[in-house]
């Protein structure tokens, strides 16, 4: 793409059905348990993205065999029931923190030494907790630079099992990787969580997950999980829901155009949790509809300012952050500290940007509140190589003249043919 891209703003309500990729969360997710399955499974609907091709990639390397049709949306994957073919591997993750979590607890199941890296921005996200859990069941897992991030060596000489210890408040797809390799392990594991389990419907998503696999998993109020060892998931055909995460960009649009978008293929049993985003539009107003295949937004002509608690829903903090400045009073967004530790800092990101806006923002260690603003001004928005930040702040600009957003390529992350789509639900506005 561009290195630029103004944003053409809208002249009335943005109103259509749209369609968005497969959820990369379940994607990645579907890769590794097809991996770990004994045969041929066959995932549909799933997302092509850098993160997807990283871990396909890496699958591939680990002597795992993967084909890919990106005009059908389809991978299939050839699982070796818990089995790593290659003795050695170099994996390279970009900037894909699924895709590194759940290939060093992946790799466990191996000899090894397998080593991971990526990115610099990936050379600072941290998989220190990771690590020590992994050297807790007797994985020689470590970081070779001593700062508890990539680029990372895993070797192993069998998953027997056994207990450990991991903290609940830096990411939970620490947990998420140790969850989906544990029924392999000879002889089970146990998994006590320290402190706060955030994220916490991202590990609904990884056991509903596992048990449509066919595992077993036990758990105490997810702060201690037991899983049995010995097990086999069971290879399938599996269909991936559309990304709840991506659609909150277009729910947002008709919030803030008073318009009316329906995205369908995520309804009533989401298994995403960030589908509970709309709840937050419908306390600042919005009319939300829910059916078994669609949920639709109808927008108000006045948002109202909310307090909210989006730790749940941390990867559409940027979403609302991106809207709140329309709204009639302050958009309060608390306890979600740890998206400090995402593709950037999004805390300050998001507080940067929209100061370079014109709007008064406060800013706190476990969030920020941004205040309403009468009138933004033009502004190129900076993007820090997250694709978040680049499709939250072009909905800014669909009521915002002037908002240009800088390497808006960054999408291809999750997302690649955002611009396109979102182009094609507004056309009959401007």
Known sequence: MTD???????TRPVNGNVRVPGSKSITNRALIL?????????????????????????????GIAVEADASAESFEVEGRGGRIPAGTAQLFVGNSGTASRFLTALCALGSGPYCLDGVPRMRARPIRDLLSALQQ???????????????????????????????????SQFLSALLMVAP????????????????????????????????????????RFRIPGGQKYRAQTYVIEPDASGASYFWAAAAITGGRVRVEGIGNA????????????????????????????????????????MNAISDTVMTLAAIAPFADGPVNIHNVAHIRHKETDRIHALVTELRRLGVTVDERPDGLTIHPANQLKPARIETYDDHRMAMSFAIT??????????????????????FQRLDKLCANAR
């Open 4 to 10: 630029s891209l103004l944003i053409q703003p809208v």
């Open 34 to 62: 097809a991996a770990l399955a004994d045969g041929i499974s066959h995932l549909e609907g799933a997302l092509f993205s850098d993160d997807t091709l990283y871990m396909s990639e890496s699958l591939r390397s680990l």
């Open 137 to 171: 069941l007797g994985v020689a897992a470590r970081d070779e630079n001593g700062t508890g991030c990539l680029p990372v060596v895993v070797e192993s000489q069998g998953w027997r099992g056994g207990k450990t210890t991991m903290r609940g408040d830096v990411s």
């Open 184 to 223: 392999l392990s000879q002889n089970g594991i146990e998994i006590e969580i320290e402190g706060e389990l955030f994220s916490k419907p991202y590990i609904e998503i990884t056991l509903r997950m596992m048990q449509q696999w066919g595992a077993v998993v036990e758990h105490d109020e997810m702060c």
């Open 270 to 309: 989401a298994l995403q949790g960030d589908a509970a985003f709309v709840d937050v539009l419908e306390q600042m107003g919005c009319e939300v509809e829910r059916g078994d295949d669609f949920i639709e937004v109808r927008g108000v002509q006045q948002l109202r300012g909310v307090n909210v608690d």
């Open 397 to 418: 600009g669909l009521r915002a003249p002037g908002v240009e957003i800088l390497d808006p390529g960054c999408v291809a992350k999750t997302f690649p043919d955002f």
